[in-house]
């Protein structure tokens, strides 16, 4: 660092008088003729002088970083994530297709979730002649102790959706679109896809029948409908979106990511689409703007409220008519699933 230079520099060059002036104190008058007062001056002013310019220059820097975010980031189209996949699951899709795919956002820390998940309602099954499937989508750690982790977690469920990103929350539209790219790619022989959370309780019965019931095949798209959100401005927020990141005063209509259900085709044109519009670090919100650009309406599934993005109490009869809720603790998804099965086993659901 340069200002670090001039400093030491400054402090050496004011030791070093100082030493002299200690040693020589008696001759000091006398030595003090105007050469050494010049040199005195020099020094001092060269140190403020190299100050002044290195601060200048740091101070510029700071600018041209502003102006990066300021100016860069509206013209921030989305881009995908190149090259092959790091993990697949074990399927063949052409052979056999699911009827629903649910892809679980999911990262290194979630493994007891998504263990929780693997022995409850993500275990793959059959419902109503209906072939059920699960997959976690993660990205990649810097820690390679985590990172062979995840392979050998991978190697053992095959059940792991993996590319080359840095696992974070500012990357979660990367991979919800490393989810939709999977489906477009290896899967487009099924009929619906799910994307939700680690922290989310489905219930795979009731969202199959309400599917099967509600018999649409084509450009369908639900889930916890938000028609009216605007951006939150607040910088202390979460959910924080700069003018620059999105302009605009409200978001189009979207799907809280919690969990949403969207029939296949529906992930293919947002795959399509998904490079020409504008990235935004809030992947419902960027799922919501690839909705709007295919024209493509939200329905709700049923005329009750199903799809709960907040945290709601137990109870067999009630969690047998919703589709999925928020902020369920891996204990948790092990209690609620024993009791619905329960009930299941005794012809009641
Ligand atoms: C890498 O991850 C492992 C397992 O979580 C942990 O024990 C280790 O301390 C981490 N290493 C570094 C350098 O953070
Ligand atoms: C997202 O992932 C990319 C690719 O690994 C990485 O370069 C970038 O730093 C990540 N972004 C954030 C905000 O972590
Ligand atoms: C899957 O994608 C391929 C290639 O885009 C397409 O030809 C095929 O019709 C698609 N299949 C289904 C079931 O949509
Ligand atoms: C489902 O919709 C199709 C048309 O899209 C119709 O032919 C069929 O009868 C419907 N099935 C049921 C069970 O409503
Ligand atoms: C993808 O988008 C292009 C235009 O951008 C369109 O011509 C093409 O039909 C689309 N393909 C699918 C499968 O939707």
Not at 85 to 105: R, T, Y
Not at 326 to 349: A, D
Request: proline fraction near 3%.
């Amino acid at each position: 660092m340069k200002t670090g230079g001039t400093w030491l520099g400054l402090l050496m060059g004011q030791g070093l008088l100082a030493s002299r002036t200690r040693h020589f104190s008696s001759e000091w008058i006398n030595m003090m003729d105007f050469t050494k007062l010049k040199i005195l001056v020099c020094l001092v002013g060269l140190s403020c002088a190299s100050f002044w310019f290195s601060y200048m220059n740091l101070t510029k820097l700071c600018i041209f970083c502003e102006k990066n975010q300021n100016f860069l980031l509206p013209t921030q189209t989305f881009r995908r994530i190149q090259g092959s996949f790091l993990q697949l699951p074990d399927i063949d899709c052409h052979k056999n297709p699911p009827f629903l795919v649910l892809l679980v956002a999911s990262s290194y820390q979630h493994s007891n979730a998504r263990m929780a998940i693997r022995q409850t309602w993500g275990k793959e099954r059959m419902v109503a002649s209906k072939r059920l499937v699960t997959y976690f989508l993660l990205g990649t750690t810097v820690n390679l102790t985590q990172q062979a982790d995840i392979t050998d977690e991978s190697q053992k469920y095959k059940d792991i959706i993996q590319k080359d990103f840095i696992d974070t929350y500012y990357n979660l539209t990367l991979k919800t679109m490393m989810g939709i790219e999977w489906i477009h790619k290896f899967c487009n022989q099924s009929s619906f896809v799910m994307k939700t959370d680690t922290d989310v309780f489905v219930n795979v019965f009731y969202l199959t029948e309400l599917l099967l019931r509600k018999n649409r095949t084509t450009r369908f798209f639900t889930g916890f409908l938000k028609l009216h959100e605007y951006p939150i401005r607040d910088r202390g927020s979460k959910w924080y979106v700069s003018i620059e990141e999105y302009p605009g005063k409200t978001y189009p209509p979207f799907c809280s990511g919690t969990g949403y259900v969207l029939s296949t085709d529906v992930a293919s044109q947002i795959y399509n689409v998904s490079e020409s519009i504008l990235f935004i670090k809030l992947e419902d919100v960027f799922i919501g703007l690839c909705l709007d650009k295919l024209n493509i309406q939200l329905e709700e599934l049923h005329s009750e409220q199903t799809f709960f993005p907040e945290k709601i109490t137990f109870s067999v009869s009630r969690f047998k008519k919703i589709v999925m809720c928020h902020k369920v603790k891996p204990s948790e998804q092990l209690s609620y699933w024993n009791h619905l099965v329960t009930e299941e086993h005794r012809g009641v659901l």
